[in-house]
């Protein structure tokens, strides 16, 4: 397992050093030291890393995309979003994250756009990767977003994590008003209850 995943970031620079060494012009490692260098908080380094990788390889749009929302730098995220959308083959995620940014920046239509195309393309292939799911949310549409991972724990490893968890929260979002209601009158006839069974009794 890499370094970067494993929570040793000052040991993943190291190792990605070492491989820049021999071979600078290496995108991806550039990226993905650039994300070690942002878990230890030193952004300037993590967007001098990235500003390289996406001179050498467009692919990265997303990545620095991802980096400047992280920042809170929305209008640059979406420019590097749109960039990636633009630059590169129709991807799912990053119709994703650039809706995400649209919603934050107030942009409705162009976020519920992004959504409905991350849809249109997960429905091109069974993945058991819940993007369809997350857009089915965005836009409010709960229902939707619950069936998508049913049929994804169903029809996949139920060790599926992401999905499961995903679907909680759904699940949660949808059922959280009507639970509560639930446990508020469960109390409330429990009360009646003791309260019923008391009233005979000399204090």
């Not at 000052?10 to 994300?35: F, N, T």
């Not at 260098?37 to 390289?52: C, H, I, S, V």
């Not at 977003?145 to 994804?152: K, Q, S, W």
């Not at 006839?189 to 009233?199: D, E, G």
Request: charged share 30%; net charge negative; glycine share 4%.
């Amino acid at each position: 397992m890499a370094l970067e995943n494993l929570g040793r970031p000052d040991e993943a620079i190291k190792a990605r050093d070492e491989i820049l060494k021999h071979s600078p012009d290496d995108a991806e490692s550039l990226a993905l030291r650039a994300e070690s260098y942002a878990a230890m908080d030193d952004y300037d380094r993590a967007m001098a890393d990235l500003d390289r990788a996406v001179d050498l390889d467009p692919i990265h749009y997303s990545r620095r995309g991802g980096m400047y929302a992280d920042l809170g730098q929305y209008d640059k995220a979406l420019a590097d979003f749109t960039r990636a959308v633009d630059s590169g083959p129709p991807d799912a995620a990053t119709h994703l994250q650039r809706g995400q940014i649209y919603k934050i920046l107030g942009r409705t239509a162009e976020a519920t756009a992004d959504y409905e195309a991350v849809i249109q393309l997960e429905a091109q292939h069974d993945g058991t990767w819940p993007l369809d799911a997350q857009a089915w949310f965005e836009l409010g549409r709960f229902e939707k977003a619950v069936d998508v991972l049913v049929t994804i724990v169903d029809s996949t490893d139920p060790a599926n994590r992401r999905a499961v968890r995903l679907l909680a929260m759904l699940s949660a979002e949808k059922r959280a008003v009507r639970q509560t209601i639930i446990q508020c009158l469960q109390r409330d006839r429990k009360s009646t209850r003791l309260n019923s069974s008391h009233t005979d009794i000399p204090r």
